[in-house]
């Protein structure tokens, strides 16, 4: 669905919000109050609440699907592609670190929430993505052929959401408080894709026979 300029605006001021304030504690007034928009005009727009959480997930996700569509379709190796897909995936967790703080609370909702079952619709559709990027690296031999791809893609998320949502304990941690917001920003990214390389070799990756009479010395000299 395309999105004018107000309803991004809107959306965006609403996803911030819910982010920091809390879904069930922001009301459209308070959306509206922040945005300088009336709530007629979000009511006009979304109709409710809930629906324009709904509009906010299909405007981030389908964005991610798209890059996901892409890779998918590009002359690469199955290493490649994997590496790229979690590379665009860290790259749009930092840049929309509301969004991703606001998906935690998505999946915290009521079992019946029409939000929650939306979310879920979503998700199911990166996962196909990230499934037909597996298969083929399955069917090339590169891949271990059993794999839980919704524990792999958890791990993943997992993995950058903590990162990302407790940014100042790891600056802290890492002696980095005098880097500036940009390039800690940058070095995370890297950091963080390079981490999860590490982690998906040891997971997606079949194990490569040794050649015989080779050591393991990783300078290539011949066993004795």
Not at 55 to 62: E, H, M, P, Q, V
Not at 121 to 129: E, G, H, I, Q, S
Not at 178 to 203: G, N, V
Request: proline share 1%.
């Amino acid at each position: 669905m395309e999105y004018n300029y107000k309803q991004i605006q809107l959306m965006e001021t609403a996803e911030r919000l819910f982010a920091t304030k809390g879904y069930a504690a922001t009301s459209i007034r308070d959306i509206g109050r922040e945005s300088k928009a009336n709530s007629a005009m979000i009511s006009y727009y979304f109709g409710s609440k809930e629906n324009l959480l709904q509009a906010i997930l299909d405007y981030r996700t389908t964005n991610l699907s798209q890059f996901l569509n892409e890779i998918v379709h590009r002359h690469l190796s199955a290493r490649k592609r994997m590496q790229q897909a979690v590379k665009v995936y860290v790259q749009k967790c930092i840049e929309r670190r509301y969004f991703f703080a606001l998906l935690i609370q998505v999946q915290m909702l009521e079992s019946d929430s029409q939000a929650l079952a939306h979310f879920y619709a979503l998700r199911d559709r990166n996962v196909r993505w990230v499934q037909t990027i597996i298969r083929a690296g399955q069917a090339n031999g590169v891949f271990r052929k059993k794999l839980d791809v919704p524990l792999l893609m958890s791990t993943i998320s997992g993995t950058v959401n903590h990162y990302i949502l407790n940014q100042a304990y790891f600056r802290k941690m890492n002696q980095l408080q005098d880097l500036p917001e940009a390039e800690f920003l940058h070095h995370l990214q890297r950091e963080l894709s390079r981490h999860l390389d590490l982690i998906l070799q040891k997971i997606l990756f079949k194990k490569q026979k040794k050649a015989k009479g080779i050591s393991e010395d990783s300078t290539g000299s011949t066993a004795s």
